[in-house]
């Protein structure tokens, strides 16, 4: 992912692009990025589709990029349950084309994709390690614990 911080008068942002092809940049409205963030982004970065995303608060994920994150070009890792529920249907991932992987602790959504090698927290959630092990493996990936 590729990070930016912008702020002037109104307008608050920071952001995470989510690549398919650099063609969306999902940001994430919360305390820290507002609309006109957003907006201020559309116009900065014009060839690519500028998508807000309301975090419902905050109350699970402080960022959206905790909460979604991309392994690959057009591979996404979301949480199981009512935030990633929401989270996927907010951003219309399949209409957009994206592969989604749903992780049952959204700790294990929380990566770095890099140089073929996804870098993630310690998982204690055996299921969440093994789904993300057999799909970083299938993609030919190396995972990496990072304490």
Not at 19 to 36: A, D, M, P
């Amino acid at each position: 992912p590729v990070s930016y911080e912008y702020s002037h008068d109104e307008a608050t942002a920071t952001t995470t692009q989510h690549k398919k092809g650099g063609q969306h940049l999902f940001v994430g409205i919360s305390s820290r990025t507002n609309y006109e963030g957003a907006e201020y982004l559309q116009q900065i970065f014009q060839n690519v589709q500028v998508i807000p995303v309301e975090l419902d608060g905050g109350k699970d994920a402080l960022h959206l990029k905790s909460a979604v994150t991309h392994i690959d070009d057009k591979t996404l890792l979301v949480p199981e349950g009512h935030l990633g529920d929401g989270l996927y249907e907010t951003m219309k991932l399949d209409e957009r084309g994206y592969m989604v992987i749903r992780l049952p602790d959204i700790a294990g959504c929380n990566v770095v994709s890099v140089n073929q090698q996804v870098l993630v927290q310690p998982i204690s959630c055996v299921k969440t390690r093994d789904i993300l092990e057999m799909e970083v493996e299938k993609r030919m990936m190396k995972l990496k614990y990072i304490d």
